[in-house]
């Protein structure tokens, strides 16, 4: 009995995508690259044999101090990085700190004025002190301005202050957390940006590599113990 060849009914295997790098692992080989490739660049300008091997193949003393000049932008390209990096973790960490005294504070004028108006649940509810406390930054700061304008206001301010609220230092602690997010997103930018400057600088410095370490390649061919001068 003949069978049917499902050979071609088969489908085709998708494509292996390969696996991004890690962050961590990228700065890894981007740090390893700018210190083998300033090595091996200083190795060759030491040695005159070297020199001259690399010249007759159309590398010569501008070319070998233009990949010099890529390592050095690489390097100040991930220096600023890091210093960048370091700018956004702070700025979070301040934003952090800013957002619990933001919300204690909130939490504190909301205690004032179920205090301040126990049996009040119109003033309460005018007051912003009544339902849920948004967990959103924008809708959480939108409602704490909120509730800190109302309780400025007659015939609550008088009441509120009497009883511990604080209306300029909760104005201010509100503001301090909106500043600390403008901060914090700036550093985060300023963070991204170093990175993609860092990278492009790193692709430049990959791009020349291609011709010195097709010569290098060529040469150890010919003769192998070089690999001992360049390392």
């Known amino acids: 009995m003949e069978t049917e060849d499902t050979t071609a009914l088969a489908p085709t295997p998708a494509p292996t995508k390969k696996a991004p790098v ?13 210190a083998d490739t300033r090595r091996k660049i200083t190795a060759v300008l030491a040695d005159d044999d070297l020199k001259a091997r690399f010249a007759a193949r159309g590398c010569d003393l501008a070319e070998l ?7 050095d932008a690489t390097q100040a390209g991930y220096d600023a990085r890091q210093v960048a990096l370091g700018t956004e973790k702070a700025g979070y960490q301040a934003l952090s700190d800013s957002r619990s005294v933001a ?9 004032t004025i179920k205090l301040a108006f126990p049996r009040d ?21 939108t409602a704490a301005r909120a509730a800190g304008h109302a309780a400025t206001q007659e015939p609550y301010a008088a009441t509120l202050t009497k ?6 230092a909760y104005t201010a602690t509100l503001s ?9 997103r700036a550093a985060a930018d300023a963070a991204v940006s170093a990175t993609a400057t860092r990278d492009s600088a790193d692709t430049a410095l ?6 010195f370490e097709g010569i290098i390649a060529l040469e150890l061919k010919r003769d192998p113990h070089l ?5």
């Open 22 to 34: 890690p962050r961590a692992d990228q700065d890894q080989l981007i740090a390893n690259r700018i």
């Open 65 to 71: 101090n233009e990949g010099i000049a890529h390592c």
């Open 103 to 111: 919300r204690a504070a909130h939490a504190d004028l909301r205690s």
């Open 121 to 141: 649940k119109v003033a309460q509810q005018t007051l912003g002190a009544t339902g849920r406390v948004p967990l959103d930054d924008d809708k959480f700061l």
């Open 163 to 168: 009883r511990g609220h604080k209306a300029v």
């Open 176 to 184: 301090a957390f909106d500043t600390a997010r403008n901060t914090a």
């Open 206 to 211: 990959q791009t020349w590599l291609l011709t």
């Open 227 to 231: 690999a001992t001068r360049l390392s």
